[in-house]
């Protein structure tokens, strides 16, 4: 089961380099646009049955994918990329660098593709093209928290309900259907939250290993890292400089045998488990898969013949060197080589499909049980962060199309063909280092929760009153007012302001960010509270909507957005 789970930051108007709107750019450019071209073309192979995948896009990723502004800004920034791949070209020709004028032409190549491809094929909609691709039964979308908020540290059921009700409604506008399972921000669970969700009519969700197996997590398994040489202006998998897996093949090659099958515990990854008392079902992630992918020391990004993430052209900014070894700094990278690079992503993929069938085939000896093996990744891995990446993946597909013995398969298929049939409590954990919170609550954001914390209760007062006879001046303003106050409600409470402060990948912008959204929803709070009051003259209210009005032009998510998510306590998806 392939869980590649879609996530960007709300960047929206909040800078482009080094932070900002190019995070989302990028991801389009080389992540999104490849993979629906993947995924068309893999379900479009006669020879073969189409494979499905499971694929999580935030809401507060569909979003911006909605979102005119954004489209437009990707256009130009992809245009312009691909104008400086053209003029390497160029300069390399001219210099008589024959490896990297290649190497440019590709990308040439292949920003043109991607952007003929969002425009005609895509028609400048990649959510509905993932839209359409569920309709055919190529994959299956699932949805997360509105803002990818970290639930378990929040403190009022009005803050989860509203981010998961929010989440589930934003899908059912987008897709015209209700979704079945939901990423938890981060793989994070906290006793209880199977009761939201179970509310809301979701079926399964997914944590980490440790979290049904017992035992210790095996380390940070989310690709939102820092980078490593060049200053951290970009966030993401902790491969390249100074990772992986050296310039050969041995280190995946021997890889650990089919590894830990929970037998401290007698719970295993290998199986569904209904959570408490609920319906709904949580899946653990195989820790030998995802090693293979994730680990700095045994994954396959890390091979020396993949491209470098971290060296940069000084003129582009393109990148035009391999990975080289682990022991090799940026100034003594080895130019790519993009058909050794292509071979070596082959042999991985086969490696790949051969590890699934020695996992499969050991648990069905050890147990007669089909197995289900839960491979979730970041997306943005897929052709950003490791350029081979979406290529691996599409051989990956194909080889696990000609088994007999393996199937790749959606969450919502494994639920309907093999139930759960035991229930487990689960502990509060996560995927980040340590397995529980500390990359997000720590000595150095203990200052933000307490802000969250005092919003949290601030918005629980304002929803629990109701303008009286003699109210607020005006009933539209103060709607509007607390809508936007909402909003920025829900993006102060995101995670990923935290895991920036924490990671140091851009902790600056982080806390600025973080702050901003904190300034606009206190000043917002205030009028609402004071419209409810009456405490509001002409010339006050008149301020008042300018500032809505100036604050909806920066932050405008989820435009469908209402109050009543605050009170959203039974309604499910579809409701």
Same mark, same amino acid.
């Given at each position: 089961m392939f869980v590649l789970h879609s996530h960007i930051p709300y960047c929206r108007k909040a800078g482009m380099w080094p932070f900002g709107e190019e995070w989302l750019y990028e991801a389009m450019l080389e992540s999104y646009? &490849?993979?629906?071209?993947l995924l068309r073309a893999v379900s479009g192979e006669a020879s073969r049955a189409s494979a499905? =995948?499971?694929?999580?896009?935030? &809401?507060i990723l569909l979003d911006q994918l909605d979102d005119d502004y954004m489209r437009d800004g990707f256009l130009? #920034?992809? $245009?312009? !990329?691909?104008?400086?791949? +053209?003029? *390497?070209?160029? !300069?390399?020709?001219?210099?008589? *660098?024959?490896?990297? +004028?290649? /190497?440019?032409?590709? %990308?040439? +190549?292949r920003y043109g593709r991607a952007i003929g491809a969002f425009r005609t094929d895509y028609g400048r909609d990649i959510a509905g093209a993932f839209g359409e691709l569920q309709a055919r039964g190529v994959v299956e979308i699932i949805t997360s928290a509105a803002t990818h908020a970290y639930l378990p540290l929040l403190k009022e059921d009005t803050s989860i309900r509203a981010e998961l009700a929010a989440g589930c409604e934003g899908y059912v506008r987008r897709f015209g259907r209700a979704p079945r399972g939901i990423w938890l921000p981060e793989c994070a669970y906290g006793p209880g939250l199977e +009761? %939201?969700? /179970?509310a809301l009519g979701l079926e399964y969700f997914f944590v980490d290993r440790h979290a049904v197996e017992g035992g210790e997590p095996i380390g940070v398994a989310s690709g939102w890292r820092r980078p490593r040489g060049e200053g951290g202006a970009d966030f993401g998998a902790d491969f390249g400089a100074g990772g992986g897996t050296g310039g050969g093949s041995e280190a995946w090659g021997q890889g650990r045998g089919p590894g830990s099958d929970g037998a401290g515990s007698g719970r295993t990854t290998f199986r569904a488990y209904l959570v408490g008392r609920s319906k709904v079902a949580c899946f653990g992630r195989n820790e030998r898969v995802t090693t293979q992918v994730w680990s700095s020391w045994l994954g396959y990004p890390g091979d020396g013949l993949y491209r470098e993430f971290h060296k940069k052209d000084d003129v582009s900014g393109l990148q035009y060197w391999r990975v080289t070894s682990r022991d090799t700094d940026l100034g003594t990278k080895e130019l790519y080589d993009a058909g050794a690079a292509s071979a070596r992503l082959k042999e991985h993929a086969a490696h790949f499909v051969g590890l699934v069938h020695e996992l499969v085939a050991d648990w069905r000896e050890r147990t007669g049980e089909h197995g289900v093996i839960v491979a979730p990744y970041d997306t943005e891995l897929f052709g950003h962060w490791w350029y081979e990446g979406v290529d691996w993946l599409g051989e990956v597909l194909r080889g696990l199309s000609r088994s007999t013995e393996v199937a790749a398969r959606s969450a919502g298929q494994v639920l309907d063909d093999h139930p759960p049939k035991a229930a487990i409590e689960v502990p509060e954990s996560s995927w980040g280092r340590g397995g529980k919170h500390e990359v997000w609550l720590n000595d150095g954001t203990a200052w933000m929760w307490e802000m969250i914390h005092a919003a949290e209760a601030r918005v629980k007062r304002l929803a629990a009153l109701c303008p009286g006879p003699g109210g607020a001046p005006s009933a539209e303003l103060l709607e509007s007012v607390k809508v936007q106050a909402l909003r920025e409600f829900l993006l102060l409470i995101s995670s990923d302001w935290p895991f920036l402060v924490t990671e140091r990948q851009a902790t600056e912008y982080g806390a600025k960010r973080f702050r901003e959204h904190a300034g606009r929803f206190d000043r917002l709070m205030d009028y609402a509270e004071k419209l409810l009051g009456g405490g509001l003259d002409a010339k006050a209210c008149e301020e008042a909507?300018? %500032?809505?009005? *100036?604050?909806? $032009?920066?932050?405008? &998510?989820? &435009? #469908? =957005?209402?109050?009543?998510?605050?009170?959203?306590r039974s309604s499910s998806c579809g409701g």
């Open positions: 646009i &490849p993979l629906l071209d499905t =995948l499971t694929i999580g896009i935030t &809401p130009r #920034w992809a $245009e312009a !990329r691909l104008a400086r791949a +053209e003029n *390497d070209r160029g !300069r390399f020709r001219l210099a008589g *660098d024959h490896a990297r +004028e290649r /190497q440019a032409a590709a %990308y040439c +190549e +009761e %939201y969700l /179970q909507s300018r %500032y809505v009005a *100036d604050v909806r $032009e920066i932050d405008d &998510p989820f &435009p #469908w =957005l209402g109050f009543s998510v605050l009170s959203a």
